[in-house]
């Protein structure tokens, strides 16, 4: 489904704009904080959500989508309960798509996603009854519980790799697939019989061979070792750490850039573009969790602002674009001349 509206076309007041057209209503909502930096929050469905977006302005996007059968969010539209994998990956696909749309040319984009085992055993799973948005594994029959697959019943399905090859096919090239040891992970209870996960990919995709990266900003190479926080934003289980999307902003954008977070939760990408200096635009369908980032965005004393400043502002390249290490017209091809 479309918008028929553009964001850019939106009234210039700073009350909420609820977009008319064929959609689940998307709603659009800015602040700005003390320094002029602007967050702009989208509550809708990611892909018609980004279709408001410009084209061609994000030098990073860092997310991480709902897992396929993992948890249940509690509402209509979620994605991660399609029938298979490949309707999964397809769903995926058209948020992507948007996502490449609106990037930079230059652009990075950051994706950290987990697999899934198929059970194939006809009967709900049982699993962590200590966290809310898992307890549906113990009552309801997923895809991956229904028999006749053509794997093994207890076979990891390998749905990253399935979604790496999915996005290389869309013309995305995958330059890293960066692994997040998550060195205080949980026990799982259910896995009597094998190792304990305790890493997930972040794969690295550019939307283009050549792009801007600030070498000099990356902590790790390809391990990087950070410890999953305890404490919840906005009662969120599935949320990733700062120092995940901070890692993520800093080697891919200039101080004043601009960034993306299609399935925004809890608020960590807002939350870490805004205290390292770059603008920020996140969507999430729950109205739950946009309503608590917004009372955080408030808590910390940001005000409202148009929307339309928030367009302008990510319409135009950060002032420390063209001297940034990371702009690809700065690097230095070795043995070659700048
Ligand atoms: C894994 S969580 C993201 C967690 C986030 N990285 C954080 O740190 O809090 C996935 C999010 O996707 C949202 N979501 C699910 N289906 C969606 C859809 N169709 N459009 C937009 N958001 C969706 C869920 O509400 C959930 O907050």
Redesign the pocket.
Request: aromatic share 10%; glycine share 8%.
């Given at each position: 489904m479309r918008s028929n509206i553009t964001a850019l076309e939106l009234n210039d007041d700073s009350s909420e704009v609820e977009l008319s057209g064929l959609l689940p209503e998307p709603k659009c909502k800015a602040y700005t904080t003390e320094e002029g930096r602007v967050a702009g929050l989208i509550e809708?469905?990611?892909a018609s959500?980004l279709r408001m977006l410009p084209s061609d302005v994000f030098n990073v996007a860092v997310?991480?989508?709902?897992?396929y059968w993992v948890r249940d969010?509690g509402y209509d539209?979620?994605?991660?309960h399609e029938d298979s994998v490949d309707a999964y990956v397809e769903q995926l696909m058209t948020v992507f798509d948007e996502v490449k749309r609106t990037l930079h040319p230059e652009g990075v984009f950051f994706l950290n996603i987990g697999d899934t085992y198929y059970s194939g055993n006809g009967q709900p799973h049982g699993s962590d009854p200590r966290c809310a948005s898992r307890n549906f594994l113990r009552k309801k029959v997923r895809a991956v519980d229904v028999s006749g697959w053509d794997i093994p019943k207890k076979s990891m399905i390998g749905i990253p790799w399935k979604v790496a090859f999915a996005m290389q096919a869309r013309g995305w090239t995958l330059r890293s697939n960066i692994i997040w040891n998550r060195c205080n992970a949980f026990v799982e209870p259910t896995a009597r019989d094998r190792p304990y996960r305790q890493y997930e990919f972040i794969f690295m995709f550019t939307k283009n061979r050549f792009y801007s990266f600030d070498r000099s900003k990356l902590i790790e190479e390809d391990v990087w070792n950070i410890p999953i926080e305890r404490s919840r934003?906005a009662k969120?289980n599935?949320?990733?750490p700062m120092e995940l999307a901070r890692r993520c902003i800093e080697v891919a954008s200039p101080v004043g850039g601009h960034v993306l977070?299609?399935?925004?939760?809890?608020?960590?990408?807002i939350l870490s573009a805004l205290a390292n200096d770059r603008n920020v635009v996140g969507?999430?369908?729950?109205n739950e969790?946009i309503r608590s980032i917004k009372e955080t965005l408030k808590a910390d004393g940001l005000q409202d602002t148009p929307w339309s400043s928030l367009s302008n502002t990510i319409g135009q390249s950060s002032t420390e674009w063209d001297n940034w290490a990371g702009n690809r017209l700065n690097f230095r091809k070795p043995g070659k001349a700048k």
């Amino acid at each position: 489904m479309r918008s028929n509206i553009t964001a850019l076309e939106l009234n210039d007041d700073s009350s909420e704009v609820e977009l008319s057209g064929l959609l689940p209503e998307p709603k659009c909502k800015a602040y700005t904080t003390e320094e002029g930096r602007v967050a702009g929050l989208i509550e809708g469905d990611a892909a018609s959500s980004l279709r408001m977006l410009p084209s061609d302005v994000f030098n990073v996007a860092v997310t991480s989508p709902p897992y396929y059968w993992v948890r249940d969010y509690g509402y209509d539209g979620q994605l991660g309960h399609e029938d298979s994998v490949d309707a999964y990956v397809e769903q995926l696909m058209t948020v992507f798509d948007e996502v490449k749309r609106t990037l930079h040319p230059e652009g990075v984009f950051f994706l950290n996603i987990g697999d899934t085992y198929y059970s194939g055993n006809g009967q709900p799973h049982g699993s962590d009854p200590r966290c809310a948005s898992r307890n549906f594994l113990r009552k309801k029959v997923r895809a991956v519980d229904v028999s006749g697959w053509d794997i093994p019943k207890k076979s990891m399905i390998g749905i990253p790799w399935k979604v790496a090859f999915a996005m290389q096919a869309r013309g995305w090239t995958l330059r890293s697939n960066i692994i997040w040891n998550r060195c205080n992970a949980f026990v799982e209870p259910t896995a009597r019989d094998r190792p304990y996960r305790q890493y997930e990919f972040i794969f690295m995709f550019t939307k283009n061979r050549f792009y801007s990266f600030d070498r000099s900003k990356l902590i790790e190479e390809d391990v990087w070792n950070i410890p999953i926080e305890r404490s919840r934003r906005a009662k969120h289980n599935a949320s990733f750490p700062m120092e995940l999307a901070r890692r993520c902003i800093e080697v891919a954008s200039p101080v004043g850039g601009h960034v993306l977070d299609p399935f925004v939760g809890s608020g960590t990408t807002i939350l870490s573009a805004l205290a390292n200096d770059r603008n920020v635009v996140g969507v999430d369908m729950s109205n739950e969790y946009i309503r608590s980032i917004k009372e955080t965005l408030k808590a910390d004393g940001l005000q409202d602002t148009p929307w339309s400043s928030l367009s302008n502002t990510i319409g135009q390249s950060s002032t420390e674009w063209d001297n940034w290490a990371g702009n690809r017209l700065n690097f230095r091809k070795p043995g070659k001349a700048k």
